[in-house]
């Protein structure tokens, strides 16, 4: 079966502080990733997608940045984070563009 | 404006009450439409999934209907529990995919 694995659950950073989210998918081959941000109360955002190893599409033009080093690996990382960059992120799976979209279990960033 | 508006923003009912949720979408073209179910701190789980064809799809407890010519899909939770509590996410498919804010639905004892 697949599995869905992000890490850390929790993050507390300091504004100007490097991030990096590491997302991993078990159990497929060749899955379409994407990375969301949900802001306190609010809806999910889609931040970036990747249909395969090393190719990123950016929905959002922000500082944040993301790279898909292997196969079933989603990297989200930022060089210096901004107390904007606070919230609940999301990596989501998927069979192509329309098939159905697994969710991790999120990881909760607070900027201070 | 977003191309997906759910209503109510919150909701309140007693255990045991039904409840209707809904989603009003302008997406197009139309692929799907999905219900997801998100509680607090974790990620959205699927509810259902439907297509342009299909007019209501069913889930233990939950009911979706779509009408594909108005373009507006609800959410209906019969017999509503305490594990219900959470956000309720629509999720409209095209070109692109397009989510509502969600709704977010407490039930209380």
């Known amino acids: 079966s697949q599995t869905i694995h992000q890490w850390p659950a929790t993050l507390v950073q300091p504004v100007g502080s490097p991030l990096s989210l590491e997302c991993t998918v078990e159990?497929?081959?060749?899955?379409?990733l994407y990375w969301y941000r949900q802001a306190a109360g609010r809806g999910l955002q889609l931040l970036f997608y990747?249909?395969?190893?090393?190719?990123i599409s950016s929905e959002v033009p922000q500082n944040l940045s993301a790279s898909r080093p292997q196969d079933r690996q989603f990297i989200l990382s930022s060089k210096k984070l901004l107390l904007s960059d606070s919230g609940f992120y999301l990596c989501?799976?998927?069979?192509?563009?329309?098939?159905?979209?697994?969710f991790g279990p999120g990881t909760r960033l607070t900027v201070t | 404006k977003n191309q997906v508006e759910q209503s109510p923003q919150s909701l309140i009912i007693l255990e045991g009450k039904n409840c209707t949720l809904q989603?009003?979408?302008?997406?197009?073209?139309?692929?799907?439409l999905r219900w997801y179910k998100q509680d607090t701190g974790r990620g959205p789980v699927s509810l259902t999934i439907?297509?342009?064809?299909?007019n209501t799809k069913s889930n233990g407890r939950y009911t979706a209907t779509l009408d594909a010519d108005t373009k507006q899909s609800s959410l209906h939770i019969t017999a509503s529990q305490l594990s219900d509590s959470a956000s309720y996410i629509c999720?409209?498919?095209?070109?692109?995919?397009?989510f509502g804010a969600g709704t977010r639905l407490t039930v209380k004892p």
């Open positions: 999720v409209v498919s095209g070109n692109d995919m397009r």
């Open positions: 159990g497929t081959s060749n899955p379409n």
């Open positions: 989501a799976w998927s069979v192509g563009d329309r098939g159905k979209q697994y």
């Open positions: 990747s249909v395969g190893i090393g190719q």
């Open positions: 439907m297509t342009f064809s299909e």
């Open positions: 989603c009003n979408y302008t997406v197009s073209p139309f692929s799907n």
